[in-house]
């Protein structure tokens, strides 16, 4: 499950949590969880970025991969295939991709 979210997005921040839920109740099912942060976005800085980011992830006891992203959004947003964020991505095992959760539907 691959989540991505910023700080200052608001129903990113709403659903992260579940993502840490998901995260704590799966571990030995072999349910695998990364945070992917757009927050570079908004500062292109990474500097500036990292400190709220990881605050956040602090706070919500985010115990698993978390990815700050640091090039164009828009050029990631493109290549993934995400419309914007919050945006899920529920792969198995194989890595094929099962769902996307975002704001297209």
């Given at each position: 499950?691959?989540?991505?979210w910023?700080?200052?997005?608001?129903?990113?921040?709403?659903?992260?949590?579940?993502?840490?839920?998901?995260?704590?109740?799966h571990?030995?099912?072999?349910?695998?969880?990364?945070?992917?942060?757009?927050?570079?976005?908004?500062?292109?800085?990474?500097?500036?970025?990292?400190?709220?980011?990881?605050?956040?992830?602090?706070?919500?006891?985010?115990?698993?991969?978390?990815?700050l992203?640091?090039?164009?959004?828009?050029?990631l947003?493109?290549?993934?295939?995400?419309?914007?964020?919050?945006?899920?991505?529920?792969?198995?095992?194989?890595?094929?991709?099962?769902k996307?959760?975002?704001?297209?539907?």
């Amino acid at each position: 499950v691959v989540d991505c979210w910023a700080t200052y997005c608001a129903p990113c921040k709403k659903e992260f949590p579940h993502l840490v839920e998901l995260s704590k109740k799966h571990a030995k099912d072999k349910v695998k969880c990364v945070s992917l942060s757009f927050d570079f976005e908004e500062t292109k800085t990474p500097e500036k970025t990292y400190q709220p980011v990881r605050e956040f992830l602090i706070k919500m006891d985010a115990r698993f991969t978390n990815l700050l992203v640091t090039m164009d959004a828009d050029e990631l947003h493109q290549k993934i295939g995400l419309t914007s964020i919050p945006g899920v991505f529920v792969y198995d095992a194989q890595g094929k991709l099962h769902k996307l959760f975002d704001n297209s539907e």
